[in-house]
């Protein structure tokens, strides 16, 4: 057993050893295009890899970097797993809602929507997260609760209403996880006629400024498809021309 003594003169935070990760960087907007392209088919694997799915329901779209008022979606009538027939339909839930999305929000490069069960299951509470666990700490105070659901989104008004409503999520694979621990946890409170213990506001605070930033997720995201990548034996190897 070794023992460590920690002094004050120690740096408060562990850092990485050589270069640490970072986005890709490219020479131009063409081999952007086909990377996030390439991008957006893994994620679409991972989510169905996860069963994010439910049929055809669940799509995600990238905006294009060369045109950037267009952005690509899965089609309609494809698994996401790539599986289903060589017809191609226009999800019309899907363009309604992230439309309105990325027009509303020129930042966001990238949106899902999923029909995990754990996100179905939590959402019929009609509450938000609590920040119960550090992993739920990342979106303390940083994802919306949408309650007005009417029906298939099939109409311009219905996008528009689930764009403005507030927060952003970039990591949605923690989302699902934070759902499920919350639900076992409040199931398991209640049977002690209790409640989770939370931590305090700015603690909460503090850990999502650690573990919920854009980079946070950005980094998560990255081991996702390293994992994929290793399991599939393919990468990106630039543009096709």
Request: with cysteine; net charge negative.
């Amino acid at each position: 057993m070794a023992t460590i003594q920690l002094t004050p003169d120690m740096p408060e935070h562990k850092t990485f050893r050589g270069k640490p990760p970072s986005p890709p960087m490219f020479e131009n907007k063409l081999e952007e295009r086909e990377f996030l392209k390439f991008r957006l088919a893994q994620a679409l694997r991972i989510f169905g890899n996860h069963g994010y799915e439910e049929g055809v329901a669940g799509h995600i779209t990238v905006r294009d970097p060369v045109q950037p008022n267009c952005f690509w979606v899965n089609p309609f009538v494809n698994h996401l797993r790539g599986h289903g027939c060589t017809l191609r339909m226009l999800n019309t839930a899907a363009f309604m809602i992230h439309a309105a999305i990325h027009a509303a929000r020129p930042d966001v490069l990238c949106a899902a929507h999923s029909h995990s069960t754990y996100g179905k299951a939590f959402s019929a509470l009609g509450k938000s997260l609590d920040p119960i666990s550090q992993d739920a700490c990342a979106f303390y105070n940083d994802h919306a609760l949408y309650t007005q659901y009417n029906g298939i989104v099939l109409d311009k008004a219905e996008g528009k209403a689930i764009a403005e409503a507030p927060g952003d999520v970039s990591l949605l694979i923690a989302l699902e996880r934070a759902c499920q621990v919350q639900i076992l946890a409040d199931t398991a409170a209640a049977a002690q006629g209790g409640k989770t213990v939370k931590p305090s506001s700015q603690q909460a605070e503090e850990t999502w400024r650690l573990v919920g930033s854009e980079r946070a997720g950005w980094f998560s995201g990255s081991l996702e498809f390293a994992v994929l990548e290793r399991e599939e034996g393919v990468k990106f190897s630039g543009s096709s021309g």
